[in-house]
């Protein structure tokens, strides 16, 4: 069975600039979170969508937004673009029906450099 | 709010050496612990978890047992091997159902 993907890979990207990302859950999750991990230090919750729903959200400011589509793939926005925007993307999908995270599988993440 | 303190890294080791990276945590309510590993290159996976006191998890020859008395989760392996090297994360699920990590320490195994 096929894991969490995200695509891109790696993004670069200037200030001021929009982006988004993507993930597809493993079949059957209905679950997505996103999370920031900013080199040396551990993700960071962004959102979490179940059934199309945010379910949680982090302390991230407006310039980010997600949605969850019927196929409960995700798209992570960002506008607006900072430096320090620059990230590993990581998602992560889970068959949590409840806002707790006892199993998350997570994908290899998207690389974002802001220059 | 909650909080996962982890010892800092790198952990230097020989391979068959024991192995023990530090994990204090705080948090409200009671919650659900887990180690996660990353490798280089690669995104979180889950290495084990435990989901209440005296708990212990383990997987691969990791172990892990949740202490509600000192609020740790130590992991701990008997004789690391050069593929263990990599990030391990401690990380936590609490009452705010928001998933908080520690900030990770880096494994380094020489053979």
């Known amino acids: 069975d096929a894991g969490v993907t995200q695509s891109p890979t790696h993004l670069i990207k200037t200030r001021g600039q929009h982006v988004t990302l993507r993930c597809s859950p493993i079949s059957g999750h209905k679950s997505v979170s996103w999370y920031q991990q900013v080199l040396g230090q551990g993700p960071q919750f962004i959102f979490q969508?179940?059934?199309?729903?945010?379910?949680g959200r982090g302390n991230f400011p407006d310039r980010f937004s997600a949605r969850q589509f019927p196929n409960y793939s995700s798209e992570l926005n960002v506008n607006a673009l900072l430096l320090g925007d620059s990230a590993l993307y990581l998602c992560?999908?889970?068959?949590?029906?409840?806002?707790?995270?006892?199993?998350?599988?997570f994908g290899p993440g998207t690389r974002l450099t802001v220059l | 709010g909650d909080s996962v303190t982890q010892m800092e890294g790198p952990v230097t080791l020989s391979e068959e050496a024991f192995l023990t990276i530090n994990c204090t945590y705080t948090a409200t309510g009671y919650p659900s612990l887990f180690w996660y590993v990353q490798y280089p290159g690669e995104g979180l996976q889950l290495l084990l978890k435990a989901t209440k006191a005296d708990d212990k998890g383990s997987n691969k020859g990791f172990e892990a047992t949740y202490r509600k008395e000192t609020t740790s989760f130590h992991l701990e392996k008997g004789s690391v091997q050069v593929s263990d090297s990599a990030v391990y994360f401690c990380?936590?699920?609490?009452?705010?159902?928001?998933?908080?990590f520690g900030r990770g320490t880096s494994l380094i195994v020489h053979p």
């Open positions: 990380a936590l699920s609490g009452g705010s159902y928001i998933p908080t």
């Open positions: 992560a999908s889970s068959t949590n029906r409840y806002r707790s995270y006892n199993e998350q599988f």
């Open positions: 969508y179940y059934e199309k729903e945010e379910r």
